[in-house]
């Protein structure tokens, strides 16, 4: 038969073992608990990264289609560039008037032509063809063959241009 002192020591040992069970299930608790935390505040910013991705791809939606049009738009100045063969006055106010409204569509849609000539080369926005010895301070852009264009913050098509040597 056991005694009151065996009944205590398997009483405070089953405690203990509780205690123990306890401490051990509390701390898998709070290490699952951190996990979820560092899980849902992985989760948000994957979140915020993917939104943001989504407005960039949004905002640069349609570029190739414009790059096509300023293409367009380089041939009119080409055809403006030999305007003496033009005899019809109305035929040249006409095809400017054409060049102005694609200007104007681009321009009410975050494209923009950049000036270049008389401006340091930034290999950012200006592709030289060549350079050309001048009075001028090398680097410094002397003359456009196309004109650069910039679509919201981004280079949308370097301008090509010669540079001083």
């Keep these: ?4 002192k065996t009944k205590k020591n398997t ?4 405690n203990n073992d509780f205690k123990k069970k306890i401490s051990e299930l509390e701390l898998e608790l709070e290490k699952k608990n ?11 910013n994957y979140k915020q990264r993917t939104s943001r991705l989504m407005i960039e791809n949004n ?13 367009v ?3 009119i100045d080409r055809v403006l560039q030999i305007k003496e063969l033009i005899k019809n006055k109305s035929i040249l106010d006409g095809i400017n008037l054409i060049k102005s409204k694609f200007i104007s569509i681009l321009e009410h849609n975050g494209v923009v032509a950049y000036d270049s ?4 080369f930034n290999p950012d926005l200006h592709e030289a063809l060549m350079t050309k ?3 001028k301070k090398s680097n410094i ?5 196309e004109i650069g264009y910039k679509y919201h913050d981004k280079v949308l098509r370097h301008s090509k241009v010669v540079v001083s040597e």
Excluded: C, Q
């Design 1 to 4: 038969m056991p005694t009151k």
């Design 59 to 71: 905002k640069y939606e349609g570029m190739d289609f414009i790059k096509n049009i300023l293409s």
């Design 117 to 120: 000539i008389g401006e340091e």
């Design 11 to 14: 009483s405070n040992k089953k």
């Design 141 to 145: 852009v002397l003359e456009e063959y």
């Design 133 to 135: 010895k001048s009075g």
């Design 34 to 44: 951190d996990k979820n935390i560092r899980l849902l505040a992985e989760f948000d």
């Design 73 to 75: 738009i380089d041939d």
